[in-house]
């Protein structure tokens, strides 16, 4: 890595030093001979785990063929991915953008018009919650409404209102004349792996049809499988108005949506947004196929199984180390630990074992596998996992200290 003074980045990430040269689904090969379980999946991107054959396929194919043309044009790649992902969820519409941000943009935006064509345009503001992160763009900032991300960079955008997790009342309350929508994660996810009760999704879907306001859901994280199901509200049954994904959607190639029912989408029409990359052929390339490996038959079923067994196995790991693990959260395979110790030290601890995981807020540790990891792969994390609370608690590994990869 260059010096720091010297490096011609922006020094916006505090980067590991681990340079990885390949990928192998849950394995990455660094430039210096190591080989790391990948436990972190591009942050919930490589949903396939990496070098997926099919996705390396569709792409080379793709790519010999037409990688861009713009939207000024047809793109049958998005009407199939459209009307895939309408399908196998609540929407009738889609938008295609190249980021989670872009998505959320599109889908406050979305919902900003759908009270402006109402006749309502005095309609514009969007509850969020404490502890939610929405991206890094001006508006998703705000409306993440996190002080750290703000600071700095000039007013607030306007039109955002935050509400504590989990306060229902407050929730009420703050849903004035000019509330256009409630925008939440099912489960935050940089916030810490907190899910918001299945019964409060139903609450909220109450709220908005007794006041005429939309719900959006951000589904950036949890979309495409991670939880398990193709999208984590329908764990509670509880449809959003619009939902904004990426990440997983595109497989590690950047790409994002934002879906509506066609009622809620009825004031975006032609002019009032667009994208020049959003869409494209190559994106749609590689969204397609990852939808043709995640709605296969009996895929999510099996992500269920493995996710079950990857939470049993912390658990059984939190009851012998209670010195070191406090508490085991998430759904599917969006699955956290919250040590005793600094996240940080705990996953340094696991790079020690050749084992990536991500940080995320309230001192959790994210575990973020491929949607296609085996049984043996979540087994041996356990092994490295094991090794780390061991070391880190001072006493030798118990019963997955066989084999364990030290
Ligand atoms: C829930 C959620 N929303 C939005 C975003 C922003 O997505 P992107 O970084 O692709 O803009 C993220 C990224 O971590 C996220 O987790």
């Keep these: 890595m260059l010096p720091h003074d010297d490096n011609p980045l922006f020094a916006t990430f505090a980067r590991a030093q681990i340079r990885v040269e390949r990928g192998e689904g849950v394995w990455l090969h660094t430039s210096d001979g190591r080989r790391f379980l990948d436990f972190t999946g591009g942050i919930a991107v490589n949903s396939l785990g990496h070098a997926h054959p099919h996705l390396v396929a569709a792409i080379t194919a793709q790519a010999s063929k037409l990688w861009h043309v713009s939207n000024l044009f047809e793109i049958p790649g998005q009407e199939r991915l459209a009307e895939r992902l309408t399908e196998a969820s609540f929407a009738d519409k889609a938008f295609f953008t190249n980021s989670g941000a872009e998505a959320l943009e599109c889908a406050i935006k979305t919902a900003r018009r759908y009270h402006y064509v109402n006749g309502q345009p005095e309609r514009y503001r969007i509850l969020t919650f404490e502890g939610a992160f929405h ?41 004035t004349d000019e509330t256009a929508a409630i925008l939440v994660e099912p489960i935050q996810g940089e916030g810490g792996i907190r899910a918001v009760p299945e019964v409060c999704l139903k609450g909220l879907r109450d709220l908005c049809d007794e006041k005429g306001i939309l719900l959006i859901y951000d589904e950036v994280q949890t979309g495409i499988g991670r939880t398990g199901t193709f999208f984590a509200y329908e764990h509670s049954g509880a449809e959003p108005d619009i939902l904004a994904s990426a990440k997983g959607i595109g497989g590690g190639f950047p790409m994002g949506v934002c879906l509506a029912t066609a009622e809620a989408a009825k004031g975006m029409t032609p002019g009032t947004h667009g994208t020049t990359f959003g869409g494209n052929p190559l994106a749609m390339a590689v969204g397609n196929a990852v939808l043709d490996v995640v709605l296969g038959e009996g895929f999510l079923a099996e992500v269920r199984r493995t996710a079950l067994l990857f939470k049993q196995s912390l658990a059984s790991l939190a009851d012998r180390y209670p010195e070191m693990i406090e508490a085991v959260r998430g759904e599917g395979l969006l699955i956290g630990i919250k040590p005793r110790v600094p996240n940080g030290a705990f996953i340094e601890a696991l790079r020690g074992h050749e084992m990536l995981a991500a940080p995320a807020g309230d001192n959790v540790i994210r575990f973020l596998p491929p949607l296609n990891v085996t049984p043996e792969e979540v087994r041996e994390a356990m092994r490295r996992i094991e090794a780390a609370a061991a070391e880190l608690s001072g006493r030798p590994a118990e019963g997955a200290a066989e084999g364990a990869a030290a």
């Excluded at 409306?143 to 504590?164: S, T, W």
């Design 135 to 175: 991206g890094r763009t001006l508006a998703t900032i705000a409306a993440g409404g996190q002080k750290k991300y703000l600071e700095g960079f000039g007013p607030k955008v306007e039109g955002f209102d935050q509400v504590a997790f989990g306060d229902h009342e407050a929730l009420a309350a703050a849903v």
